[in-house]
């Protein structure tokens, strides 16, 4: 499956932003789709992950309560609602999905890959 990741820009703190994760097929259904974001001079972290048919989703402790995701199968997009952003949530954020119910933290479970989109949260 091909990802495509869009929606990232430049917000203010306490701002919103909504990235979203397109796919290239029509079984986008069959995968679990996490979001990962890499800050400069870090290793890329889960942020977040969604299940297959968008009932369950986990977060890391940094964004619980402020991110929240959320799919439409019928439009093969999965979203990454951004609220309450903060200057440490400036990063290249990637979506990935990966043949499973659920996500997981590694990035080594995931074998397919969006490009990225950058999101920049001034102070």
């Known amino acids: 499956v091909q990802l495509q990741a869009s929606g990232g820009g430049l917000v203010q703190a306490g701002g919103s932003l909504r990235l979203s994760c397109a796919a290239s097929e029509r079984t986008y259904s069959n995968y679990a789709i996490a979001w990962f974001r890499q800050a400069p001079g870090k290793e890329r972290e889960f942020v977040g992950a969604?299940?297959?048919?968008?009932?369950?989703?986990t977060y890391i402790n940094s964004v619980k309560g402020r991110f929240t995701l959320s799919r439409d199968n019928a439009m093969n997009t999965v979203y990454l609602q951004m609220n309450r952003a903060k200057p440490e949530d400036t990063a290249v954020y990637y979506c990935?999905?990966?043949?499973?119910?659920?996500?997981?933290?590694?990035?080594?479970?995931?074998?397919?890959w969006g490009q990225g989109t950058l999101v920049t949260v001034s102070s």
């Open positions: 990935a999905a990966r043949t499973s119910v659920m996500g997981a933290s590694p990035t080594t479970e995931y074998g397919f």
């Open positions: 969604i299940s297959r048919g968008g009932t369950q989703t």
